[in-house]
């Protein structure tokens, strides 16, 4: 019997990370409407400049974070995304809000974008078919809305060693380690998209942070997506971090040669083979990284969610 992990979406789609900067904002721009979009952390000065420009334009308090601060690049993408969370979710409040003002604004500018098979724009439909009460139509927004998540990339081999006043600093200072400190130490419950293949002292170092371990329900505070070139390497990694008691919520099939730059060294198989040993295997891959992953959680003393038959 498998334990279930919730990952619930409101959309059939996502605004995947574009190069370092092309969605570096984009979620405070989309996450209101729900849908789920990624933030590139390779560039923290970028993130820093970003940070500053919002501040000045919503006249938030704002103090730099030089390089002189210890732990700088990590505190920058903390502070980063704690303020375009912070500012998400304040335009998704506004948004839920303007029903009671207008109502069909809501409808338009939420329920409009979503697929024709969504369950939530369906019931959105039946309640507001033959009437509109503002007081039932608030009540059920607000248990059924929800934001889009606001997830990150990491290109796990991007991971300079750093130094300070000519002394090498300690690996959790390398640029992917930090920036994976700088995720997890955020406000945030999303999930960080590991790309660009095995940093396997990376992901010996992502189990000190609590956020990424299943509570009782198997809700996971922060998820890990892996991008993967085909099912061996997903089967690799995954049992790789579930012996750490780390679950992966999700698999990607990126090419050998994609649009992030970077190559896999590959038998030049086309992604139909790919996929369909994913499809064929699919359940061989949950059931033994599964197993893998209650035993590490067991052995560790950390709460083994419950069993759920979905």
Not at 235 to 264: D, P
Request: proline share 3%.
């Amino acid at each position: 019997m498998l334990i279930y992990f919730k990952m619930i979406k409101a959309h059939s789609f996502h605004i995947p990370v574009m190069g370092t900067s092309f969605t570096a904002d984009t979620p405070f721009k989309v996450a209101h409407f729900g849908i789920d979009s990624a933030i590139a952390l390779n560039d923290d000065l970028l993130l820093e400049k970003l940070r500053k420009m919002y501040c000045n334009k919503f006249e938030i308090p704002y103090n730099e974070i030089t390089e002189k601060i210890e732990d700088f690049r990590a505190k920058r993408i903390t502070s980063y995304l704690n303020l375009i969370n912070e500012l998400a979710e304040k335009k998704f409040e506004e948004l839920k809000t303007a029903i009671s003002v207008k109502g069909s604004e809501l409808k338009n500018e939420y329920f409009n974008m979503l697929p024709d098979t969504s369950v939530i724009k369906q019931e959105f439909n039946n309640i507001t078919a033959k009437y509109f009460n503002l007081d039932e139509i608030k009540s059920w927004v607000k248990g059924n809305l929800s934001m889009g998540s606001i997830d990150v990339n990491i290109m796990t081999k991007v991971d300079k060693e750093n130094y300070r006043d000519g002394e090498k600093l300690p690996v959790e200072y390398n640029d992917a380690h930090a920036a994976f400190r700088g995720y997890a130490n955020s406000d945030l419950e999303s999930s960080v998209v590991l790309s660009a293949g095995m940093n396997p002292r990376l992901f010996a170092y992502m189990d000190k942070f609590e956020d990424f371990y299943p509570d009782e329900n198997g809700d996971i505070k922060k998820k890990i997506v892996l991008k993967v070139s085909d099912y061996r390497s997903a089967m690799i990694q995954g049992k790789f971090l579930a012996k750490k008691g780390l679950w992966v919520s999700e698999y990607r099939i990126e090419s050998g040669l994609n649009c992030g730059g970077h190559a896999f060294a590959t038998d030049g198989v086309l992604l139909g083979p790919v996929l369909a040993e994913f499809r064929d295997n699919r359940k061989e891959l949950a059931e033994s990284i599964h197993a893998v992953l209650v035993q590490a959680l067991s052995q560790k003393d950390r709460l083994v969610p419950k069993p759920n038959c979905q």
